[in-house]
């Protein structure tokens, strides 16, 4: 497969070529220092701010607050609820409009909305602020994978998917870190505040350094963006057409994506937001370590994204690289289920490989869509599948939360993270091959 950073002419199929200019190509790499480090920033101060709720629930937020487990775990789950609601018609906003400006606009929302989350002090109030909270987040994602692919080419987009997606891991492993020591110094309730406050102070820098398409940016030749633009408009000749957004969400490997992801992110936001309360209460230590330890699994799944990226780049492998890892994950959390009761050092080992394996193959999935949708139903496919994760994110926040209220162990809701990652690697191996360019449309199903 051919290196479109090194090749950067345009083939008969879409495909960068070596048949330009050296100079075009070194161009074409600024997309990578320019472009994804602002992409990289935005999207782990989003993950900042929805993923430090976990430490406040650690930290005494239900006794600060006076209110019970079963409604903590409300107040995680209330998040995810938001973040459902806006996802397609926010990336139908992008699609049509600007998805620069729309993820200003959400920065300055959510970021103040995460800052009131350490100053208001009525449960209905801050039940409302977190659902707002998900709602003004809700339109990250598609917008950002829906940048992407106009900036990145087919034989880019796992690595580029990979860079964005490492705000993920790499937040929690520095939040994790960092906010457990902020928390035992500050509470809780400044945290969030201090926390809130740098997305704010970044919009104005994500409108200096992104545009929304090659041809308005500065720092990129009028040759270089001709000659990426071609490429992208030469891929989508390669895709079979369809007609409606209706059709293309009722397609076989569109359900089941959906389906797939919903599982997968069930057993990921369970991780994600109740380990340091998992490790709290099953080691026996302070928040401090607590932080350290929490974020030891996102170490190996930084290093992991950026190793499966790459080699599905490479192969042009996406669901082989997918459905294995996170069949690994799940018994991996499996492993820590079994061993919760009687062994801290095993299940935290388990946990480390778990927590690597969930993360690793998000670079290769966020490159199946674009590559068997045109651009015309893409972003709103894209909207839907994580609509379906945000509402896996819900199911997990909540029910791993209102398990370990009910058991007083985190063994539960071990066995239901464990179960739900299997399966979403499963549904995976059920994906109908692509259909190739003039074709039909897939069967509907």
């Not at 472009?35 to 929805?50: E, G, K, N, Q």
């Not at 505040?193 to 740098?198: K, S, T």
């Not at 230590?285 to 290093?303: C, F, H, K």
Request: aromatic share 12%.
């Amino acid at each position: 497969m051919k290196n479109t950073l090194l090749n950067p002419g345009v083939s008969s199929d879409g495909a960068l070529s070596a048949r330009n200019d050296g100079g075009i190509a070194a161009n074409l790499r600024r997309r990578w220092l320019y472009l994804m480090p602002a992409v990289f920033i935005t999207y782990s101060l989003a993950y900042l701010d929805r993923a430090n709720y976990g430490f406040g629930a650690a930290a005494g937020l239900a006794a600060t607050l006076h209110i019970t487990e079963a409604r903590t775990s409300l107040l995680g789950a209330l998040f995810f609820l938001g973040y459902f609601t806006f996802q397609v018609p926010g990336a139908r906003i992008a699609r049509r409009g600007s998805a620069r400006w729309l993820i200003f606009a959400a920065l300055v929302t959510w970021g103040s909305l995460a800052a009131l989350t350490g100053v208001i002090r009525e449960f209905w109030l801050l039940a409302l602020d977190r659902f707002l909270l998900g709602v003004a987040e809700s339109v990250i994602f598609p917008t950002m994978l829906v940048l992407l692919t106009r900036w990145f080419t087919r034989e880019e987009r796992s690595r580029a998917n990979a860079v964005f997606i490492l705000g993920n891991p790499i937040t929690v492993l520095w939040m994790s870190a960092i906010t457990g020591y902020l928390m035992q110094a500050y509470g809780w309730q400044m945290t969030f505040v201090l926390e809130g406050i740098p997305t704010v102070l970044w919009a104005p820098v994500w409108m200096a350094a992104v545009r929304d398409r090659p041809s308005q940016a500065g720092w990129l030749s009028p040759s270089a963006s001709e000659a990426l633009e071609r490429a992208l408009t030469g891929e989508q000749a390669t895709m079979p057409p369809v007609t409606s957004l209706r059709r293309a969400l009722l397609r076989k490997d569109v359900v089941l994506l959906s389906t797939q992801y919903f599982c997968w992110s069930l057993g990921i936001y369970g991780f994600v937001l109740w380990l340091p309360t998992i490790i709290h209460r099953s080691g026996s230590v302070t928040m401090g370590q607590t932080g350290l330890l929490a974020a030891i699994p996102y170490v190996a799944a930084v290093v992991l994204m950026l190793i499966v990226s790459y080699i599905s780049d490479k192969t042009g492998r996406r669901e082989a690289l997918v459905w294995p890892l996170l069949l690994v994950s799940g018994v991996a959390m499996l492993g820590s289920f079994l061993f919760a009761n009687s062994s801290f050092v095993t299940a935290f080992v388990c946990l480390v490989i778990s927590g690597g394996c969930m993360y690793a193959p998000y670079g290769p999935f966020f490159a199946i869509v674009p590559e068997r949708l045109p651009r015309n139903v893409t972003a709103e496919v894209l909207a839907v599948i994580n609509s379906c994760g945000a509402l896996g994110g819900f199911a997990g926040s909540f029910l791993v939360g209102i398990l370990q209220a009910a058991t007083g162990s985190p063994r539960a809701g071990f066995l239901l993270m464990s179960s739900s990652l299997i399966f979403s690697s499963l549904l995976v191996l059920l994906l109908p091959k692509p259909t190739p360019s003039g074709a039909n449309e897939p069967s509907i199903a």
